[in-house]
């Protein structure tokens, strides 16, 4: 289903990121389809097909597309994915003439919108939510993997630069096995537990294992979403009471209220596999794009020009920080970033 949404302040993810029900299945094959997607293989492209990825035979490109086809982007919940959607749809209008619509859905739900043709393409997907319902359709080859993006994702727990100060233990994760140091981090709903501040329980996520598999006296509330998460951690910073967090780089949010990543030990399982016995870090996502197969049909150009658009975390960090902390609308911050990077642009037209 599409999930209408208000996009006036938006959040930066590691992703809408799947719920961890859903994580706790995700196969290796996800990450290895998007190694095999960057190294590209043998695989070649002539004039009019694209290139071959994951198993798939390369579709036939439209070349001859006269730009009046509507093209249509899945924009995701998190303010890269805002801005980036604005930089496809002023870059597509401009050079290649086709009018481009925005739709607003879930992650959970794009794939199969992809398979079926109602969407066309998305450029940031987080490897370690892709579960195996979702993988099919690349597998099945009706939805392309169009390689990686260029930017590196990394979720994690997170706390407050001044709860280093208060409690000096939390230099390591194993800090938070103190009860002390977990009372500081209590709400009157957690008891004697600290609270981990989870953001949207949609998103993908195994801190509720982690915190049982390591034996911390801590318990997840959901916060409900970013900006709920940004005003809770802005509004106790005024007090300088400590909290711990699920967040993700890159965001500008993470430089802006100064949170420090807590290195958790390496997982002595595969999460992704057997999530319920998680009990280490979340992996880093080399993040990628994924278009309709029938988009080469559609328009072949467009098909190209999705695989040529990259950018770097740089990139990201470079307008995430005006939308996040200074409230730049994200359609201006794509403007800018364009400006800024003519000659890049120019070089997925050609």
């Known amino acids: ?38 190294c590209g293989g043998s695989d070649t492209a002539s004039d009019t097909t694209a290139a071959a990825t994951d198993g798939c035979v390369a579709p036939e490109l439209n070349l001859d597309a006269t730009g009046t086809e509507t093209i249509k982007i899945a924009r995701n919940n998190w303010s890269a994915s805002a801005v980036e959607v604005e930089i496809v749809k002023q870059l597509i209008e401009k050079n290649l003439g086709n009018p481009v619509e925005i739709v607003d859905i879930d992650e959970n739900a794009m794939f199969a919108g992809m398979s079926s043709g109602d969407i066309d393409a998305n450029v940031e997907v987080w490897p370690s939510g892709v579960v195996p319902d979702e993988q099919a359709f690349i597998d099945d080859c009706s939805v392309t993997n169009m390689g990686d993006l260029g930017a590196v994702g990394k979720i994690g727990w997170f706390v407050s630069d001044y709860a280093l100060t208060q409690f000096p233990q939390l230099s390591s994760w194993e800090g938070l096995k103190d009860p002390e140091v977990a009372k500081a981090f209590a709400t009157a709903a957690t008891g004697s537990n600290g609270r981990f501040l989870g953001m949207d329980p949609s998103f993908s996520q195994y801190d509720e294992a982690i915190i049982a598999n390591l034996g911390l006296p801590f318990q997840v509330q959901f916060s409900g979403s970013e900006a709920a998460t940004q005003a809770e951690i802005s509004a106790l910073s005024v007090e300088q009471k400590p909290v711990l967090l699920y967040y993700w780089s890159p965001s500008g949010a993470v430089g802006k209220y100064n949170l420090k990543n807590i290195a958790l030990p390496a997982p002595t399982v595969d999460c992704a596999v057997d999530g319920a016995k998680c009990d280490g870090d979340y992996p880093e996502d080399l993040l990628f794009k994924i278009a309709s197969t029938k988009l080469a049909a559609k328009d072949g150009k467009v098909f190209n020009f999705f695989q040529k658009f990259a950018l770097t975390t740089e990139d990201q960090l470079s307008f ?15 403007t800018d970033w364009i400006a800024a990077n003519e000659a890049t642009g120019s070089t997925w037209f050609s």
């Open 320 to 334: 995430l920080g005006p939308v996040d902390i200074d409230k730049v609308d994200p359609a201006v911050a794509a």
């Open 1 to 38: 289903m599409l999930i209408s949404r208000t996009f006036g302040a938006f959040i930066t993810k590691g992703e809408n990121m799947r719920s961890s029900r859903k994580l706790l299945v995700v196969g290796l094959v996800a990450i290895s389809s998007v190694i095999g997607a960057a």
